[in-house]
């Protein structure tokens, strides 16, 4: 093969001289089978965030939700959830940047063009609503500002659950933008799943009804709208099915659908619990003491899907930047047409 | 997806005064003779560090692409010309060769999604990272639609080409376009370069050039028109660029709509599991 | 040209834009090619039968410039009778000599007149060491040249032209050449199509014509066919030599060649030239500019020698060395090699890299005494005894070595004022910028200070030898803190002043005088310090003056731009036309008035007849351009100056994968100069046992990344990582042949060694198709070697040394060789690797 075949005077993507994997004929012309895009330079702590604070914002609300209702058990573990959520988030974006001064560079302006700059400020305002609110709940502390906080925090947190989302897709990175309608959807689903299940583990049976059923919802939006999504990208939804994100997609919906139905029959089982069929108590561990683990476990699926769901976007993301044919094909196309 | 006018893009009302005349660069590739010049040049001047050793067999580069440490890159492309062909009956052997740079987009996805300000539009129009200001956040560098910036190893920041700022402030031509031989990097207004452009590409369409085409020549495309634009011989995809690029962040008002609407979904999803929920019942 | 000198080729491409046709004659397609209107894919080395078809062309299709050639060349002399043609004698001349393998050229001359290098001494056979001033040729007395303008007589020069030619048909070229008969014909056309009185064809050459065996005898085949067509002495005519080192030209101008004193006046040599008188009779020519060898060598004397130069000693004549033999470089450096060589400066040179068989110079320097290298960088000629490839096979210990080596840091141009003479003759003065860093000085302050100490520890001593160096004028003024002599007052020397304290400069070589009152180091470059102003350092931009920009710096001779002008007017002195004036004669001013500064003197009429008598330019006719030839006529055929023929002949390289088509019993220059010894083996020749085992045609060449042996880029992380590692490039067809793998290792071998190099497979080399066989060429770049960031083997130690007689410049641009798959054996397995080939090609 020469430097001819491979600057693609001829249509073809072909193999760079570093052994980059040959783009199939069928591919866009490309120059060498580059990337048009630089790949994302962020690393493991980024989706590790983004679930992270997915979590925690959707689990202020329900914090408050249980706590206005008197549920202090629910209310309690929502809390620490949320509160253990944010805790992780500065740590995990810190080490991304390298100085922990680099984070207050984020907050020398607010700009409504950078979904990481608002994101900022959401954090930064939700953190110690979050705080306050677990101060109420946990430790019995100022009552009153730690409503305040729960509210605020109630308020904020779904806008941190689902700003990550609108960050990915205010991006060149074609899997990415072009999943712009569906990606906080997936977002918000698999926030309330995490929340949710996370709720569910340490709240216990008894008391966790609610939390269950947001799990059960959570995990059912975001299955439907990662769905979604995969099915209008097409051709570019490529890293999910053959690249390096497949396993995680695979595993996260997967997970995902396993906890929620696990939960969803427990759920209802332990509804039914005055029946006396004993064979059904027996396998769905109806009372709520007998309930526990099977629900924990299923909760610890929802949990794993739902870091896996934002593993395998973030995946995908950089196998699509990589990819000169996911950018250049439809832009071709595109002036084609035009 | 409506459009929405960028805060940046109306930098002159930003510097009122200080405001200078938009200024940028042509680069002709019909006139570029593959002497790396101005990749070289720019890295003197700016210092720029090298950008590794390698031998990369794609015909005379070796650089690859434009990344933290190259702000100018010359790409080589062998090719049988499609469109004159040699009475082998196969095309004529052509090598193209093109000089990239940042662009300097009117709609700069970097620019607008930078947290920190640390990119800025100077009062030339221009597009430049401050490195003090600049926390190596890395958003700029997949909201870039033409893989332009990047992020350097070893300050973990982001570097891109500053159009010689510097050179600018002192009524200086930048460095690349001063060293370029055959003139084909023609640096100066926007206008006058952008009507230039049309009558060249004309004059070479009429000469024969088949290919001969404007990239980024006006301001109606997906970036609200480049500071830095390109006459070239073949498709963009061809040098590596990207044939129809889009600034990613025209979409945002959308985006941020959904982002409310799934926001006000996990509100109303939790409002639904624990509306009927027999806790209070029980209880009391 | 675009690969090697960007800069310049700016003009081409504004040219190109304006609808000039650009044709690029290169055996590979190139940077220049990408740009170009046409590329014609050639075999390196022939490129005299490529020219010849060309010159054939105009010959039998008649498309000269019949005025021109008439009147301004020598088409219309009568050759003398006993000059016999490669025609008659199977590809050589008369006078060969098999014994010499040289010619005596007495039989090449004028009918009814004698010639001698204008500058170069009489009476010698055509042997290297004697023809090297030649610059234009001088007729000894005798009557004028018996010329018939019809060019109708049988042994005027145009018909010898057309029965040398008449062979070099597009069929042949097409053979020889690998030059289909299409693009001959449209070349030809376009060429002679922009010839003539509207228009001009100008020709640019670089090395792609030089380093060959016939180097320059291709050089002359370009000079006939513009002549021919009336291109020269015109305003966009003209052959443009490309020079190489920024100021390469100016370093034969004021030379740093061994037989040669600036101003191209000869060196003295041992067996003729005893005396001044000798000397000046030697290469005095009777009419044309060489007509005052007394003026030019006195000056030079009174320059070097001041008082001590008086017309009682001859001035000083007897203490310029005698030439006795060829002391080119490359004999001295086998002389070094055999130990009669003991010690060696290298400033602004990189043997070790850089010259052919640049094995050989490696391991010729581990046998000096002592080694002195200035320059920029650690070069490998600098630290070859302790990581040259040959401490790698065990060839060379570093222990062993008794070389004491001095290396001494060099001040770049950036870090001194100076000069540099460019391929226009054009003199650019550079002011320094920075100060050099550290211990780094400047050649002028090397020299000056060296003399300086010499002459201190030799103060007061008898020997008259000694007397060469302590009468010189060494008192240059210096300054600052490391006594830096002043770069003004040396350019002020070498332009030449009135002898005396207070002597004024001269405004041009017209005003030296033979009696030693006035003194000049270098009679062409007179003028530059004219009005005591260093006009090489005039900046005034184009945009400011006429085209010509006179006033851009200052070009020899006397700020001419363009050299034998007077061509440019008719021979009544008015423009061949309008688009095309330059030069012309006033008749009411009775003067030459133009563009430029005319080519004669200015007020020499169109219709001047020299009376009985006259000398030097005044004995030239007033229609007569070419003012350094004795007969002042552009030379067609070349009675003398030339040591392998007078006219350009085609031979082949000295390794070549070709049998001589034209000329089957001489395949190579008869004249070639070659070494062959063991560490210079040859490859065998075409035909030979064992031609098989290399069978790839092997041409080296420049990258515009990369400069000359690298010490200039491959330190530089800049242009190191533009083309990190050495490469060769080769066709498709070839990389099938061999299984070589684009970006792969590739091994190339020859009988002097075996280098690696990445694999670059590329369209862009051809594979030729000559006698019904394909001939593949295989290209490498030469810069790398085993010092500096960018690191690899040096073409060079593939390369034999083989030479032009007339210059001994060495075949760079065609050897054979052969082209495997993967790396070369390390250490000393690659020498049994290259002796298996030597095995196999003498076909034991
Ligand atoms: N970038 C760069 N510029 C340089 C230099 C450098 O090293 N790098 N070196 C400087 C120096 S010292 C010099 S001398 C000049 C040299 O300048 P050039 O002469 O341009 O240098 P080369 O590349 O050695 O040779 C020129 C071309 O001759 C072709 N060629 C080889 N054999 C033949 C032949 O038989 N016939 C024809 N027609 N062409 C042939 C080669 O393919 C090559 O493309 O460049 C100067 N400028
Ligand atoms: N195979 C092959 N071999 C070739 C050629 C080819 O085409 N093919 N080309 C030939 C030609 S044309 C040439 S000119 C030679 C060139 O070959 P060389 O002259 O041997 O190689 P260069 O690298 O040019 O050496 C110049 C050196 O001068 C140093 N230098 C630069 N400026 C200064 C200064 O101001 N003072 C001092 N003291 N040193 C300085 C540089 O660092 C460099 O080391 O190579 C010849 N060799
Ligand atoms: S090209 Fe990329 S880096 Fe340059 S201004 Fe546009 S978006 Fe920013
Ligand atoms: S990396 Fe620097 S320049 Fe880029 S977005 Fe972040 S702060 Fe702005
Ligand atoms: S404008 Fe300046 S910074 Fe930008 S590429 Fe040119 S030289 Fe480099
Ligand atoms: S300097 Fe000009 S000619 Fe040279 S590579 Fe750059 S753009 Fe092309
Ligand atoms: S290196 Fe110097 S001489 Fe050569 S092209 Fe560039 S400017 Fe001209
Ligand atoms: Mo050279």
Known sequence: MSALDRSHGQGAVTAAGDGRPTVPRAAPRSYYGLPVLNEPVWTWEIPAYFFAGGMAGASAPLALAASVQGNRRLARAASAVALAGVAVSPPLLISDLGRPERFLNMLRMFKVTSP?????????????????????????????????????????????????????????????????????????????????????????????????????????????????????LGALAAPYHEGSAKPFARAAKGLSAAGALTLACASAAQGRARMPAARMRSWTGGRSSR???????????????????????????????????????????????? | MSDFELPTSSWQASYGEEARERVGF???????????????????????????????????????????????????????????????????????????????????????????????????????????????????????????????????????????????????????????????????????????????????????????????????????GAGAFFLLLDDPEVYGLPPDPVDPVRRLPAIWGLTALAAGTILAGVAAAVTGDRHRARRR | MAECHPVGFQWVMEARERGATIIHVDPRFTRTSAVADLHVPIRAGTDI???????????????????????????????????????????????????????????????????????????????????????????????????????????????????????????VVEQVCGVPQAAFRQVAEAICANSGRERTTAFVYSVGWTHHTTGTQMIRSASILQLMLGNIGRPGGGIMALRGHASIQGSTDIPTLYNILPGYLPMANATSAGTLDDYVEDNNAPAGYWGHAREYIVSLLKAWWGDAATAENDFCFGRLPRIDGDHSIYPTIMGMRDGRVEGFFVMGENPGVGSGNSKLHRLAMAELRWLVVRDLQMIESATFWKDGPEIDTGELVTEDIATEVFFL?????????????????LLQWHNKAIEPPQDCRSELWFMFHLGRRIREKLAGSQDPRDRAILDLT???????????????????????????????????????????????????????????????????PR???????????????????????????????????????????????????????????????????????????????????????????????????LTNGPLPAHYEPHESPASNLLYPRQPADPTREQFPRQDNRYNPAHGEPGAGVFPYVLTTYRIAEHHTAGAMSRWMPYLAELAPDPFVEVSPELAAERGLRHSDWATIVTERTAIEARVMVTERMTPLHIGGRTVHQVGAPWHWGTSGLARGDSANDLLPIVLDSNVHISEFKSATCDVQPGRRPRGPALLQYVAAYRRRAEGS
């Open chain 1, 116 to 232: 990481m700059s608002v994101g900022a400020w959401i954090l930064s305002a939700f953190a110690p609503a979050v705080a306050v609110g677990a101060g109420r709940e946990l430790l019995g502390v100022a009552p009153a500002v730690g409503r305040a906080g729960q509210v605020g925090g109630a308020l904020l947190g779904p806008a941190l659950s689902t700003y990550t989302a609108a960050l990915l897709a205010c991006t060149a990175v074609p899997v990415w933008h072009e999943a712009r309608r569906e990606l906080p959807f997936v977002f918000a689903g698999s926030s309330l799943a995490s929340a949710g299940a996370a709720a569910t583990i340490l709240a216990g049976p008894s008391a966790s009804a609610p939390a269950r059923r947001m799990a059960v919802g959570g995990a059912t939006l975001s299955l439907c709208a990662t769905i979604a999504m995969e099915r209008r």
């Open chain 3, 474 to 540: 060494w008192d240059y003024p210096t300054a600052g803190p490391t006594a830096e002599p002043d770069a003004e007052a040396v350019l002020r020397e070498i332009s030449g002043a009135e002898y005396g304290p207070d002597g004024k400069a001269l405004s041009g070589y017209t005003e030296l005088r033979g009696d030693g009152s006035t003194a000049c180091g270098c009679w062409i470059y007179s003028g530059v310090y004219g009005g005591e102003r260093n006009l090489a350092n005039r900046r005034k």
């Open chain 1, 291 to 338: 309930g526990r683990p099977i629900q924990s476990a299923a909760g610890v699926a929802l949990l794993a899907g739902a870091a896996l769901e934002r593993w395998a976007i973030f995946r995908a993301g950089i196998d699509s930047a990589a990819d000169p044919a996911a950018t250049i094909a439809p832009q071709r196309a595109r002036r084609d047409r035009a």
């Open chain 3, 49 to 171: 039968a490529w020219l010849g078809g060309l010159i054939n062309h105009v010959l039998t299709e008649g498309r000269e410039f019949r005025e021109y050639v008439v009147r301004y060349t020598n088409a219309a002399t009568i050759v003398s009778d006993e000059f016999l043609d490669t025609e008659d004698l199977d590809g050589l001349f008369s006078g060969f000599d098999p014994d010499s393998r040289s010619y005596d050229v007495s039989s090449w001359r004028y009918a009814g007149m004698q010639i001698d290098p204008a500058a170069g001494a009489r009476g010698q056979t055509s042997r290297a060491e004697q023809s090297h001033g030649a610059h234009g040729a001088a007729l000894q007395e005798g009557d004028p040249p018996h010329v018939d303008e019809t060019l109708e007589h049988p042994r005027c020069v145009w018909q010898i032209l057309k029965r040398h030619y008449a062979r070099y048909t597009p069929e």
């Open chain 3, 543 to 641: 945009t400011e003056q006429d085209w010509v920009a006179a006033e851009w710096a200052w070009a020899w001779p006397l700020n001419r731009r363009i050299l034998y002008n007077r061509a440019s007017a008719d021979p009544a002195g008015r423009p061949w036309s309008e688009r095309k004036a330059y030069v012309w004669w006033d008749p009411d001013k009775r003067s030459w008035t133009g563009y430029d500064v005319p080519d004669f003197k200015v007020d020499m009429a169109p219709d001047y007849e020299p009376p009985e008598g006259a000398k030097a330019e005044d004995a030239l006719r007033g229609d007569e351009p070419f003012v350094m030839q004795a007969d002042g006529k552009g030379w067609l055929f070349a009675p003398t100056g």
């Open chain 2, 26 to 224: 042509f680069t002709d590739t019909s006139l570029c003779i593959g002497c790396k010049a101005c990749e070289v040049a720019c890295k003197e001047w700016n210092r720029v560090p090298e950008d590794g050793l390698v031998h990369r067999g794609m015909s005379m580069d070796n650089t690859g692409g434009l990344s933290a440490d190259t702000w100018r890159h010359v790409a080589f492309i062998e090719q049988r010309n499609a469109f004159e062909l040699g009475d082998d009956g196969e095309g004529g052997l052509r090598w193209l060769m093109a000089s990239d740079v940042c662009k300097h987009c009117t709609h700069a996805a970097c620019l607008e999604v930078c947290p920190t300000g640390a990119l800025f539009r100077t009062e030339f129009g221009t597009v430049v990272v401050q490195e003090d200001v600049c926390n190596g956040c890395g958003y700029c560098i997949p909201a870039c639609p033409f893989g332009v910036i990047d992020r350097r190893e070893d300050d973990g920041r982001a570097h891109k080409c500053t159009l010689c700022y510097d050179r600018l402030k002192d009524d200086q031509t930048p460095a690349c376009a001063q060293a370029c031989p055959t003139n084909s990097i023609q640096f100066g207004p926007l206008d006058e370069l952008r009507a230039h452009a049309q009558d060249r590409v004309a004059q070479l369409v009429q000469a024969g050039e088949q290919g001969a085409q404007l990239y980024l020549a006006d301001g109606d495309d997906g970036i609200g």
């Open chain 3, 409 to 425: 840091p060099a001040a770049a141009h950036t870090e001194k004022d100076g000069s540099f003479t460019n391929t226009q003759r």
